[in-house]
């Protein structure tokens, strides 16, 4: 059974073998944390998350970075709001973006690099693309020259004159194209910066993720996976500068872009108002259900994402966790994942394929009467949910709505969260924390040791007999 997968830069499916099986290379773009990731930045991470299971099953080990770019024109510009540090930001979203993730599911990376702590190698590559005739200064400015990279508009296959006229760019008079885009940019004395070649500035965007892949994962890597917003320009640009960086040899072997996810048939945008950040989605429904949801499509489509979605996925996990109630005397064995599960997900990760097939063993999981046959729907169903992440649960914890331990966890995360704003001077977070623990009946305590909570009793029923 061999792994397939779309290649969007063939667009077309293609059998996958990584260049060294003992070690394939996976990329995914991470996020910048200047804010809470809304609910379709977690596409990409949950479906690369099975693909990166899948991977090391078959290779038997896997290098998978997802980056944090921890400078930014967005971040500067919330720091400067809250005077504070860049870090004292992009520490507390990072920290928040792993809170959220792993609430989904969703596993660390093996290497998560930050642009920061890759300034050197940033500047490395960009003064050899400047020595080889690939980028020019201008104005305290690096630039590429989209002209010397004859491939340019290879992944998204646009003209290049469109790409001119239709590309969200700066353009500037030191361009020499107006398709150029920047390396390096100078910093005034507000502003984060690094010493260069070029004087004090800070790096450009697309040449942060090239740097760090080179860097973690060699100069050719086998996957890069994000988002289809990013194929126009961010990547068409890293392929632009780091095959000019590297002589020529291939930056990413298959390119991997998730679809949108849309509310009720309109693109998510802030100015729409439709915009749902994970971190108020998991305070609202289980964080399991927005991982099934996430996963129903096929992940190449559009989602449309709505209350009633998530409530359907509910429903089918209550079903599941059902059916695992029932065989809960039952011996599973060794859990295995099946064969018709392998191939959903080996067919250019199949997951609405495979989500039909843990339906279909879980209904004859019900029907089962022999003890024999119960063992085995109950090691599929459960080998089934561990391939996509789901089903790993106590049934009992589930019905329990996450209760007890689980549920002191993210209460206290909340408390912690709520002290980093305050420390942040995001008090508007502070205060919406304490009212969302408050609406819960948890009271925060401060103390000298520092905040304490504790869940507030119910106030006893008067009865009749009281009354008299």
């Not at 090239?210 to 392929?239: Q, V």
């Not at 991997?256 to 100015?271: Q, R, Y």
């Not at 039909?356 to 879980?362: G, L, M, N, P, V």
Request: net charge negative; with cysteine.
């Amino acid at each position: 059974m061999s792994l397939h997968l779309y290649n969007s830069l063939s667009r077309q499916v293609e059998a996958f073998v990584p260049l060294d099986p003992a070690r394939p290379t996976m990329y995914v773009c991470g996020p910048t944390v200047y804010n809470y990731a809304h609910i379709g930045n977690a596409r990409g991470p949950v479906v690369f998350d099975v693909l990166a299971g899948l991977l090391r099953r078959r290779y038997g080990a896997l290098a998978y970075a997802r980056n944090i770019t921890d400078v930014d024109d967005k971040i500067n510009a919330a720091a400067a709001e809250q005077q504070v540090p860049i870090s004292t930001i992009t520490e507390r979203f990072a920290a928040i973006y792993r809170q959220d993730m792993s609430a989904l599911g969703v596993r660390l990376p093996d290497i998560e690099p930050a642009a920061t702590a890759h300034i050197g190698e940033i500047v490395t590559m960009i003064e050899g693309l400047v020595a080889s005739g690939h980028a020019y200064e201008a104005e305290g400015h690096v630039l590429f020259s989209i002209e010397s990279y004859p491939d340019y508009g290879k992944l998204s296959r646009r003209d290049i004159d469109d790409m001119r006229a239709g590309a969200r760019i700066e353009v500037a008079p030191y361009k020499r194209d107006a398709g150029d885009f920047v390396l390096w940019k100078p910093s005034t004395g507000d502003l984060p910066g690094w010493d260069s070649p070029w004087g004090r500035g800070r790096p450009g965007w697309h040449i942060e993720c090239s740097a760090m892949a080179a860097a973690h994962l060699g100069e050719t890597i086998d996957i890069h996976a994000g988002g289809n917003d990013l194929m126009f320009p961010h990547h068409e640009n890293e392929i632009a500068q780091s095959e000019c960086a590297h002589g020529g040899k291939t930056f990413a072997r298959f390119w991997l872009h998730n679809g949108m996810l849309t509310f009720d048939g309109e693109k998510m945008a802030k100015s729409r108002g439709n915009i749902e950040t994970v971190h108020e989605l998991l305070a609202k429904h289980p964080a399991e259900a927005l991982r099934y949801a996430l996963l129903s499509a096929h992940y190449r489509q559009p989602l449309d994402w709505s209350p009633k979605l998530i409530e359907q996925c509910a429903r089918t996990l209550d079903r599941l966790y059902g059916t695992l109630r029932e065989l809960a005397d039952i011996d599973a064995g060794a859990i295995a994942i099946p064969a018709e599960i392998e191939a959903a997900l080996n067919d250019d990760l199949g997951t609405p394929q495979a989500l039909a097939e843990i339906a279909r063993i879980a209904a004859e999981a019900r029907k089962a009467a022999d003890p024999a046959d119960k063992a085995r729907l109950k090691r599929e169903l459960l080998g089934a949910g561990l391939a996509l992440g789901l089903l790993q649960q106590d049934p009992a914890a589930w019905f329990a709505g996450a209760a007890g331990d689980q549920d002191d966890e993210r209460i206290q995360s909340l408390v912690e969260e709520r002290t980093a704003a305050k420390q942040a001077r995001d008090f508007a977070r502070a205060d919406a924390i304490r009212q969302q623990l408050a609406d819960e009946n948890i009271l925060l305590e401060d103390t000298p040791q520092g905040v304490r909570w504790v869940r507030k009793r119910p106030e006893p029923q008067k009865t009749e007999a009281a009354d008299s």
